[in-house]
């Protein structure tokens, strides 16, 4: 958000401004009008940033844990092993 002109201080009590259709002309921090459907793809974009951070993150989680004893290394071998064994079925 802060990326788009809206500081983190200026989002306090901004909520009942930004879901309102009435305002169609909300400024940011820096004095940039911002329209209904402008704000609501904003929210969007931030909503989905937010969402793939968190998959990304427990991918890593998971990968962390699967090779808490093996090294990467012989996990990918395995993986690429157990992958070829599959093909040649």
Request: hydrophobic letters at 40%; charged letters at 20%.
């Amino acid at each position: 958000m802060a990326d788009n002109g809206f500081l983190p201080l200026d989002l306090f009590f901004l909520r009942s401004q930004w879901d309102s259709r009435a305002f169609n002309s909300v400024r940011d921090s820096y004095g940039q009008e911002w329209t209904y459907q402008d704000r609501k793809i904003l929210e969007y974009t931030c909503q989905t940033a937010y969402f793939v951070s968190i998959v990304i993150v427990q991918w890593a989680d998971l990968i962390i844990s699967k090779t808490r004893r093996n090294s990467l290394v012989q996990q990918v071998s395995s993986i690429c092993a157990s992958c070829e064994q599959d093909s040649a079925f």
